[in-house]
């Protein structure tokens, strides 16, 4: 059990090291210079840089050995790229391109479950959504957010598009992200909470446009909030 721990420690400190532009484009990384760095192995170090290899972040180069790449070539949709870049200097940005792909997506997404769920995901997204309001009200942010993470999952799982169901772990990364860095309020406002009963009952009644009007206010909201962000930062 302890050796898996400690390569994800590794990893998330270089990981982020790279997210961060600490260790930018063109730097060589070894196994010598990880291992003295963390106080690890070769072994854990090459597992590492196997790892960071596979998420596009580093490419092996003839007599330099590993060195860093750029953003263009990570996989960015990959939840470990979004948490590090989250954590980063970098979070607005990364903020506003998943907001943007969510914006794209999810609206869709609730359309394709009005048409393609089964009676069990219809009645889930029910419960998920009175469930929601109860705890949003109750001020209990922990549950509300597994809730929410899961009414999102069901949406795009059962949208009958298979590219859908894969971005299920990066909406929950973000949702997660926003919560746990502070950028949720202190609890959800109302019209979030009516918006997401909206969509719960489009999907059951399988009234697809209804279900998309109700996802795009949620995820238009959601843009609105952090242009309103960038405003007062601009005007600050």
Known sequence: MARPS?????????????????APPG????????GAQHG????????VMRMLEGLGMVRSRRRVGLVVLGIEDWNVLDPRIIRWRLQGPGRDAQLRSLTELRHAVEPLAAAGAARHAGPQVRGELLDLARRMRSTGEAGDLTEF??????????????????????LADVV???LTGRT??????????????????AV????????????????AAIVGEVRHALARRDGERVGS
Do not use: C, K, W, Y
């Open 6 to 22: 400690l390569h994800t420690a590794v990893l998330d400190s270089v990981g982020r090291a790279i997210t961060s532009g600490d």
């Open 27 to 34: 730097t060589p990384l070894t196994l010598d210079g990880i």
């Open 40 to 47: 690890v192995s070769r072994t854990v170090a090459r597992e």
């Open 145 to 166: 957010l597994a809730l929410d993470v899961r009414m999102h999952e069901l949406l795009l799982r059962s949208s009958g598009n298979e590219m859908f169901g894969p």
């Open 172 to 174: 929950a990364e973000v």
């Open 180 to 197: 746990h860095l502070g950028l949720m309020p202190a609890s959800p406002v109302p019209e979030a909470l009516d918006q997401h009963e």
């Open 200 to 215: 719960a009952r489009a999907v059951a009644d399988g009234d697809p446009d209804a279900a998309e009007a109700a996802m």
